[in-house]
């Protein structure tokens, strides 16, 4: 079995900072593009940023400059810094990713639980 543990959601005032985290654990060969997500209350679930194995990067034009995904490929862990937050970007924040476990024939998509970022002052 495959887990995604998100965590670093909480509270944080218009124009502030919080780092996500999620760590992939479990038995896998390999994790190809890793990713957020979020949902706010009410919307679809949206992209927000993806990163390949190879550190490429892409962004949701609603969060291009103000957060940066990257990832550590040794430690199977994918981060998300929010800065310059706005109340718009109050949602659950989930962590996806592409694994390849031993006896598949592709790769497979794997969920986190989500954490809850809300931007309020």
């Known amino acids: 079995q495959v887990q995604l543990v998100e965590s670093g959601g909480g509270l944080v005032q218009p124009g502030g900072s919080l780092r996500l985290s999620c760590a992939a654990s479990?038995?896998?060969?390999?994790?190809?593009?890793m990713g957020w997500y979020r949902q706010a209350p009410g919307k679809e679930r949206e992209l927000v940023a993806t990163?390949?194995?190879?550190?490429?990067?892409t962004y949701a034009d609603s969060v291009k400059g103000r957060f940066t995904i990257d990832r550590d490929n040794a430690n199977d862990t994918v981060y998300l810094q929010l800065s310059s937050l706005k109340p718009d970007d109050t949602a659950v924040y989930y962590c996806n990713a592409d694994v390849f476990v031993l006896g598949r024939t592709k790769y497979d998509e794997y969920w986190g639980q989500g954490t809850q970022v809300t931007v309020s002052s």
């Open positions: 479990g038995s896998f060969v390999r994790i190809n593009t």
């Open positions: 990163i390949t194995l190879g550190h490429i990067t």
